[in-house]
């Protein structure tokens, strides 16, 4: 295997969305003009259904939610779809990744005004130039290694990954139920491998405030990594008990970080 391959990132949970949901963007929150949007971001492994219980909290609190389908082909790609998402919505807007999605807003969010505030949740979120494998290989800990994943082409010249089944639960969401991590790893969707050597582009924490919510728990993006990149970022930051998946374990304490970045924009 080459070594792009040796350490995958990871994502959420289980099934794609992309609806917009919750209160009109009308809605007022304390006198100060519109509740922002969220726009929840998932990462490998993963789809839009991991961020359930934190949108359902989000839009009780009165939020538009939207939960868009990352499509894990690329960077780049990615990055840019979500930036033509982001295009049709109205501002003000807050954007929330886990894990790969991390990256993805670092480049979706640059050069729009609407965006208020960042969160990363056990996510990944580079600096300039620096790619995934880069960031991932600062600190030790990491179990997601190339004898965790599953390899599988899906043309010519390129290749998703996979994470095995008997290594979902223990690496990815330790603190959930093998009940659920069991259809987890069944409906996980894979990520493009290449997307490890991707260099990031001038990082959008750079120029909009951010929030950083560090996983102490997680056996994928190591603790330390995590808290390397949040204060690099100069990101405001929250410790939760929690494995890689921490807005399935722990949604309140994600949905709580959310309104703190909101209240703090406002």
Do not use: C
Not at 12 to 20: D, F, H, P, Q
Not at 85 to 98: K, N, Q, S, W
Not at 184 to 210: K, Y
Not at 238 to 243: K, L, M, Q, Y
């Amino acid at each position: 295997m080459t070594t792009t391959r040796r350490t995958l990132l990871a994502g959420s949970v289980a099934a794609a969305a992309g609806t917009l949901v919750g209160a009109p963007a009308a809605q007022a929150h304390g006198g100060r003009g519109p509740k922002p949007t969220v726009v929840l971001v998932h990462g490998a492994f993963a789809d839009a259904s991991g961020w359930n219980d934190v949108a359902a909290r989000l839009i009780a609190a009165g939020y538009p939610v939207i939960a868009p389908a990352n499509p894990l082909r690329g960077v780049a790609s990615d990055s840019a779809y979500l930036a033509s998402v982001l295009a049709t919505l109205p501002g003000p807007l807050v954007l929330v990744a886990h894990s790969y999605g991390g990256i993805v807003i670092t480049n979706a969010a640059v050069g729009n005004p609407a965006v208020k505030a960042l969160v990363y949740v056990a996510a990944f979120a580079p600096d300039e130039g620096e790619s995934l494998l880069a960031v991932q290989s600062r600190f030790p800990g990491t179990e997601l290694t190339e004898a965790a994943l599953d390899f599988r082409p899906y043309s010519a010249d390129r290749v998703d990954g996979y994470i095995k089944k008997e290594s979902f639960h223990d690496v990815f969401a330790g603190d959930l139920r093998r009940s659920t991590t069991d259809f987890m790893w069944a409906s996980q969707r894979p990520a493009d491998v290449q997307t490890l050597g991707e260099p990031s582009g001038v990082p959008a924490w750079r120029t909009i405030p951010s929030w950083y919510l560090v996983a102490r728990d997680d056996k994928v993006i190591p603790p330390a990594t995590q808290r390397f990149m949040a204060q690099r970022a100069g990101a405001t930051v929250r410790e939760v008990r929690a494995s890689h998946v921490a807005m399935i374990s722990q949604p309140a304490a994600v949905a709580d970080l959310v309104e703190r970045a909101v209240r703090a924009g406002s």
